[in-house]
């Protein structure tokens, strides 16, 4: 079985700070990792994914996230944050033992001036 | 526009009724998932077709949904009888290959609300 868990429902930062938003993640078998985004009436959208090669990975619009097997954690990041970063982001958790796909509560950004 | 397209974009209905909702995938992808978001929850999965072939019910899916995908192209989701708990957002996705990992595209989504 797996499960994820998003540590904040709200986050805040000034724009051009760090964004930081976290994801921790249970699971019987070796995971894959995503994370989407979804923007005010718009379609869910992959930022970037993990399935098993670097564990640091890169994804659109300056994000990454590195996958930590030891704290079970795919945190992610973007140096400098943008007006249109303000979202709501999902982590999301699946094998391929069972193709169950498990999202997470969701992370809601907001960007300060 | 080739991306994955839900019809109707809303749907109000009244409690007891019958609504049915529609998904068109990207043309070359041969899975197809439907998943259901509630305000403040993030999308759960309720089932998947690997091109016609239903391969996944959640145990959220009731005998009162039915889906289907009969020549592996678009989806159709019922729910029969419908509750006020049935309210909520319907999400359509779309993906290309065998497994849960690969990319999965979403649509707009179907705003279901049951008064």
């Known amino acids: 079985a797996q499960s994820v868990t998003q540590l904040d429902s709200h986050v805040s930062v000034s724009e051009g700070t760090p964004v930081l938003l976290r994801c921790n993640y249970s699971?019987?078998?070796?995971?894959?990792l995503f994370w989407y985004v979804q923007h005010p009436n718009k379609g869910l959208q992959l930022l970037l994914k993990y399935t098993s090669a670097a564990t640091l990975v890169k994804g659109i619009n300056g994000f990454e996230a590195e996958f930590k097997k030891s704290e079970t954690s795919f945190h992610l990041t973007k140096p400098s944050a943008h007006m249109s970063d303000a979202a709501e982001y999902f982590c999301v958790v699946t094998t391929n033992r069972d193709d169950k796909i498990i999202f997470g509560k969701g992370t809601r950004l907001h960007i300060l001036p | 526009d080739t991306g994955v397209s839900q019809d109707p974009r809303h749907k109000i209905t009244k409690r007891g009724q019958n609504v049915t909702f529609r998904c068109d995938p990207i043309?070359?992808?041969?899975?197809l998932y439907w998943y259901r978001q509630t305000l403040g929850q993030g999308p759960e999965f309720l089932t998947y077709f690997q091109n016609e072939a239903q391969l996944e019910k959640s145990r959220l899916l009731s005998d009162r949904f039915s889906a289907e995908r009969p020549k592996g192209s678009f989806s159709t989701l019922e729910i029969q009888r419908t509750e006020q708990g049935d309210s909520a957002m319907y999400l359509c996705a779309s993906s290309f290959g065998q497994g849960a990992l690969n990319e999965q595209f979403f649509g707009p989504g179907t705003r279901l609300t049951v008064l």
């Open positions: 699971s019987s078998y070796s995971p894959s």
């Open positions: 043309s070359e992808h041969n899975r």
